[in-house]
Each structure stands twice: as C-alpha cells, then as structure tokens.
C-alpha cells in the first residue's frame, strides 16, 4: 500500500512542492495528494500539480496522510486533523512557542523543524534557512531600491553625473552575502559588517568594503558551528561608535543580524536613524524578531520625522515566492529522501542518524528535541516554560569536534547573522 503525502494550502505564499519534487515523490512510491490551490501564490498551478502525478485533494485529505509536508508550523485545527504517527516536515519556529511544541506533541505526530537541519555537507541541499535567507538578501535590496526612488549605479550622462548609492549590510550571513552580491550589481558602492572575523574575507571576495573594530575578542567571536557568539558590552559599544557614524554617511542600510534562538540584537539605534540623510532607507530583515533598528514596524514601512524610511515587511522570502517554493520544495524532498526504504518503499526514520536527531522535535507523544526538554517535563503546563529557558537549553548544547570539522570541509559561508 502506498504511503500518502498531503501538502496543503497555506496561509503565506509560498507551497512546500513542486512539479519536480511531486514528479520524484510520485517515483519513490508516494501517493502525492495537493489541496487545490496550494500553488497559486507561487504560480503553480493545480494542472502542473496534476501532470506530474499528484492528486488534487481538499484540506480533509489531511487526515489519511503519513507525511505532511508545510512551510510553516501546523496550526491548532490542522493538528486536529492530523492522524497520529504522521510525520509532519515543516518549519516549526518553536522557540518560544512552549504551548505549540506541547500541542504537536499531544498530537502524536513526528514533528521535524527542518530550520534546524545541520550545516554539514551531506546537508547543504536540505538547507532550508539557507535557500530561504539567500532570497530574503536578494529581495531586501530590490525592496530598497523600490522605496529609494534614485538610480543605485553611478551614470555619467551628458547631463551630468548621477553618482553611486552607498549601501551598507550589517551581517553577513548567507542573507547579508546575497544582499552584498546584488546590491553589487547594481551598481551600488557596498560596505558591510559581523562580527565573525571569517566574514570578512567573504565580504571583499564580492567587492565590498569590510567595517569592523578588528580587536582580540572580534578574532575570537565565532562559535565551532561557524555562529556569531554574543560580544561583551565594551565590544558592543566600540563597534556601535563605529558603526554609528559611518551609517550617517549612508543612502540605504540592510540589517541581516540574527543569533539562533535569540531576539533579534538592537544594531541601529533610533539617535542613528536621526543621524540618517532624508531619503535614505533602512531595511530590517530581522523585524519578525524584535527587529535590528529601532523604529521598525513588522508589516510596516513607516518614515520617521527625518525623512528616513524603515521596511519592515514579513516572510521577505515569500515576497518571491514562486523562486522560494522551488528552493524550500528541493529542500524537503531531499530529507525526506533520506528517511524512505528504497526497497519496501515505506517511510524508515532512522532516529539515530545526525540529521533526524538534530532536527526531530516531537515524536510518540513526547517531546524529543535536547533543547525543549523543559517542555518535554512539563507538557501539562506548557505555557509555564519561559522562552529564555528554551534559548538557555538550546545554546548550552555544544558541537562535536566531528562535526565541526564537517562543517568546515562544507566551505559554506557560515551563516551566525541571517534571516530565516
């Protein structure tokens, strides 16, 4: 009997298939069943679905399903309709979130948050925050450039000379190198900034400036992961002054600073924003978290008394969303991939293997995952658990030396500064 994967409409644009992935699904011996709809903010539509071997189907499918496959995590009524034991791959944006992860828990389903897959080379394809920030960086500079109203490249014209934007990306993060690469080809003049002193020699392979106060705490301001750590107050304060006054000098400033599992860090204060040029533009990838400047409005583009505008839009990936379902479908089909018997051609969940164990959130009823175990002892009050336990929990968990040297044979771009 054949396994039934349900991808169904959701709330946001984007869809967790594609053609292709349905295509290779249906191959592995999957019954692929699609909500009507799903693909239409992604422009797919139900025909393209069809011809690659899916069923159209209504969200009730849901309930006969072994495998659901969503961006983002289930919601209450969705879990109700969930049967027990499906595996559900998604991303779950669990911290702080103690009640939800709970809720999945009592559900009965396998949950997996996908955002937590390992950065190690036999996972590069099922990278989900990477695929996603990598269009989130490309995404904020064409935003800017929208609400900027000026030509970014220099053009010399009989005329006269239009000169060159000055862009300024803090974080360099996958989401950060994306928005230095794009704003480079439009001509624009780019500096940025991390505090990972491996950034820098990422930055100026693309032709940008690197702005940092190179002292002994920023060369040892990475974690083994390749993650930004959290910098001192002194640290903090030198790199402000720093900062502060070179954003002055700046037509558009993107902010890309996230540390996994933490709000977002408060990167450009608002006496900053005062010290801006009316007409310059600050985009905030990390506003879904608090946000990096202060002033930003999730949803929100709003001027300040200066004539400085901050964008602050949501799900930046979903802007694009017929690229970022491509990415984001690849990227579940490629896990789940690993967790088929190719020969029975049921689903085989290997629950020792690394990326099952870094990623499994819930399962039998339990929460699994190392870094919500609070959660796990206290399902029967579940909003007792404050997020800062769970952020403790999670950044107390140190890598292996194994898997850092992994890490560092990917030669991936370290992402600790990054939208997800």
């Known amino acids: 009997m054949s396994l039934i994967i349900f991808i169904p409409a959701e709330s946001e644009p984007r869809v967790a298939a594609s053609p292709e992935t349905v295509k290779r699904l249906v191959g592995l011996g999957f019954e692929v ?26 969200a009730a499918d849901a309930g006969k399903a072994d495998v659901v496959l969503k961006v983002c995590r289930p919601t209450a009524a969705e879990l109700k309709s969930y049967r027990q034991g499906a595996a559900v791959l998604a991303t779950m944006d669990p911290y702080g979130k103690d009640a939800e992860v709970a809720a999945m828990a009592k559900a009965g ?28 960086g490309y995404q904020a500079v064409i935003d800017a450039a929208y609400e900027y109203d000026r030509a970014l490249p220099m053009m010399m014209t009989a005329a ?83 900062t502060a006054e070179h954003i002055a000098k700046q037509d558009i400033v993107i902010t890309t600073a ?41 949803g929100k583009v709003v001027t ?22 491509l990415l984001y479908a690849k990227n579940l089909y490629a896990f789940l991939e690993t967790m088929v018997d190719k ?24 929460v699994v995952h190392p870094a919500f175990a609070k ?21 107390a968990k140190p890598a292996t030396e194994k898997t850092a040297a992994r890490r560092k044979a990917a030669k991936k771009p370290s992402t600790g500064m990054e939208t997800a």
Request: proline share 4%.
């Open 109 to 136: 389903i396998t949950a997996f948050a996908t955002e937590f897959m390992p950065r190690i080379t036999r996972a590069q394809v099922m990278d989900v925050l990477s695929s996603q920030a990598n269009l989130a």
């Open 343 to 366: 020969e029975t051609k049921q689903l085989a969940i290997k629950r020792d293997d690394e990326l099952v164990k870094a990623t499994m959130l819930t399962d039998a009823g339990k």
């Open 160 to 242: 006269g000379t239009v000169p060159a934007a000055k862009v300024f990306v803090m974080g360099a993060g996958v989401a950060g190198l994306q928005a230095i690469a794009t704003a480079r080809r439009l001509g624009a003049v780019v500096t940025a900034t991390d505090v990972r002193p491996a950034a820098k020699e990422q930055v100026t392979s693309l032709g940008a400036k690197f702005i940092a106060v190179e002292d002994e705490e920023f060369r040892e301001a990475e974690t083994i992961g390749g993650y930004a750590k959290e910098m001192s107050k002194e640290y903090q304060a030198k790199q402000a002054a720093l």
């Open 33 to 58: 069943v699609v909500e009507a709809g799903a693909g239409t903010a992604s422009r797919i539509a139900d025909d393209e679905f069809a011809g690659s071997g899916a069923v159209i189907g209504k």
């Open 304 to 325: 300040t008394a200066n004539g400085v505008k901050i964008v602050g839009h949501l799900n930046v990936a979903g802007r694009i969303a017929a690229s970022a379902s």
């Open 258 to 298: 996230l540390i996994p599992g933490r709000p977002a860090p408060k990167l450009v204060s608002a006496a900053v924003v005062a010290s801006m040029k009316p007409g310059s533009i600050l985009v905030d990838l990390a506003v879904e978290r608090g946000g990096n400047v202060e002033g930003a409005v999730p």
């Open 375 to 395: 959660v796990a002892e206290s399902c029967e009050e579940p909003a007792a658990i404050p997020a800062k336990t769970l952020v403790a929990n999670a950044a």
